[in-house]
């Protein structure tokens, strides 16, 4: 039997999957990228060494990043996912009938090609005439924009690396500058289990440029600490209300989940803060 060891270079645990079959192993100019099948997952893309998205939970994840800011905004018209890749939150957005494009871009134009290839019930939608593929660097997409995008997504890899500039204030000031008036902002910010100081560090750099951030979660099995972290930003609505009808075809989000997901304020404060138990010094 092969296993996958994962690689994360943040967490402090490895997880392993049994492999069935490697389907694709390659090198891009930006990094590793596999796709194998594991019994109970189906296939999974892995990057680097780690777990990107599996058949079986997908779902989950690019639900989460991508309904609760489309949700909030009142008419989303034209949509930007930076990283994002395999086209599962392309997929996602295109569920809303007020779109009519989403800019796709990914510094790694192979990943996308690899996931048409091989994980087509998540990277199907791409083929759609309102997708506008750009694969190039996020962070330069945004300084030399020439339109107003309503809803901004980032979908990255962990934070090292090439998806370091997204995460940085020029980059969200960018973002800022960029979004329509009832513009949001959402980004992943790994795990509440594991990444504590990564999310202080997003959160405090992402506070640079928006006056309202909001924090929400949701279980993802195949991440490290699987309860993982979102931020959404905004111009100055709360984005932690739906203000549009849920979209029909959706496995884990609707309204209510919308809602709930949002953490309470002292919880988000203590959190953001960095402020939770540590383990003593003897």
């Known amino acids: ?44 893309l892995v990057l680097d060494g780690v777990v990107q998205c599996t058949e079986r939970d997908e779902y989950m994840y690019h639900e989460m990043l991508t309904h609760p800011a489309m949700h909030a905004h009142p008419n989303a018209r034209t949509v930007v996912v930076i990283g994002g890749g395999d086209g599962g939150i392309v997929r996602e957005v295109l569920k809303h009938k007020s779109v009519e494009k989403v800019y796709l871009v990914d510094i790694d134009n192979e990943v996308t090609e690899v996931s048409r290839r091989f994980l087509p019930t998540i990277a199907g939608a791409l083929g ?67 990444h504590l100081p990564l999310l202080k560090q997003v959160h405090g750099n992402l506070s640079t440029a928006f006056p309202l951030i909001k924090l929400y979660s949701a279980p993802i099995a195949t991440y490290a600490g699987n309860w993982w972290a979102f931020l959404i930003a905004s111009k100055g609505s709360d984005p932690s209300h739906p203000v549009v009808a849920d979209v029909s075809n959706t496995v884990y989000y609707c309204k209510e989940i919308h809602e709930k997901a949002f953490l309470p304020e002292m919880l988000s404060r203590k959190l953001v803060a960095g402020e939770m138990p540590q383990p003593p010094k003897y």
């Open 128 to 194: 759609d005439p309102r997708v506008v593929l750009r694969p190039m660097d996020g962070a330069v997409f945004l300084q030399t924009i020439p339109f107003n995008p309503d809803v901004i997504i980032v979908d990255s890899t962990d934070i090292v690396g090439n998806a370091q500039p997204l995460f940085k204030p020029e980059f969200f000031m960018n973002a800022r500058n960029c979004l329509t008036e009832k513009g949001l902002y959402v980004t992943h910010t790994e795990s509440f289990h594991y």
């Open 1 to 44: 039997m092969i296993v996958l060891r994962e690689r994360d270079p943040y967490s402090p645990v490895r997880y392993e999957y049994a492999v069935d079959d490697v389907l694709y192993t390659g090198k891009s100019q930006f990094q590793e990228i596999m796709v194998v099948t594991n019994p109970f997952f189906g296939r999974m």
